[in-house]
């Protein structure tokens, strides 16, 4: 079946501008993870959606930072005001109820701040 | 908060030899230990995991360990094939939460 899917693969943005990155989770995934990876770093922790509760946004790094889920699918993260430090690749996760331990990752959007 | 340490951060061998990645945790919540194996570009890929009530899994040519009491788990790959050279990262995870990933072991497998 399909995968996560993420787009844009590619974004360059000019610092100031404002992003949207969209994720579309397996289809009956109800929980929705997203993660900042720097080049040559582990992922880290963004934020957590179950359904479209957001249950915990503590690893947004600043109030730039906004995700959504509004119908418990789809979810997009925006990123207002980009700075050069935000230039990383952002990737999403989901996972069934059946097996809330795996995760399942897209192939991210890569952001490039110019 | 969890803090996850990984080494080495790059690692060489022969084609057909073993290779070894370890990885320390300090959250003894934490309970469930996945790896990921992630090709330049590519998406992480679940190679294999290993939950606290279990010491080891193996699976073909990838072994896991998990020492719970040192707070320890190991990637082990046996007969190293190139098409095994790829970035490994661990993480730890308390079941249906975030995970928090390892910095990352580059692997390269010398045909």
């Known amino acids: 079946g399909a995968g996560v899917s993420q787009s844009p693969r590619y974004k360059v943005a000019k610092r100031g501008q404002d992003v949207a990155l969209r994720c579309d989770p397996i289809?009956?995934?109800?929980?929705l993870f997203w993660y900042q990876q720097a080049l040559g770093q582990g992922p880290e922790f963004l934020t957590y959606?179950?359904?479209?509760?957001?249950?915990?946004k503590s690893g947004l790094p600043s109030d730039r930072f906004f995700a959504e889920r509004p119908e418990g699918s789809v979810s997009t993260l925006k990123i207002q005001r980009t700075q050069q430090e935000d230039s990383a690749v952002y990737l999403c996760?989901?996972?069934?109820?059946?097996?809330?331990?795996?995760?399942?990752f897209g192939p991210g959007t890569r952001l490039t701040v110019l | 908060g969890e803090n996850v340490e990984q080494h080495p951060s790059t690692l060489s061998v022969q084609e057909g030899d073993s290779a070894v990645i370890k990885c320390t945790y300090s959250?003894?919540?934490?309970?469930?230990f996945p790896w990921y194996k992630q090709e330049l570009g590519k998406r992480p890929q679940l190679i294999i995991d290993?939950?606290?009530?279990?010491g080891e899994k193996k699976d073909q040519r990838i072994a896991v360990t998990l020492n719970k009491t040192a707070k320890h788990f190991s990637l082990h790959i046996t007969e190293t094939q190139p098409e095994d050279s790829a970035v490994y990262f661990c993480?730890?995870?308390?079941?249906?939460?975030?995970?928090?990933f390892g910095t990352g072991t580059s692997l390269t497998v010398i045909p």
């Open positions: 996760a989901s996972s069934s109820p059946q097996t809330p331990d795996t995760q399942y």
């Open positions: 289809s009956g995934h109800v929980s």
């Open positions: 959606f179950q359904n479209e509760a957001q249950l915990d």
């Open positions: 959250d003894s919540a934490s309970n469930y």
């Open positions: 290993i939950r606290s009530n279990v």
């Open positions: 993480a730890a995870a308390n079941t249906g939460n975030q995970f928090y």
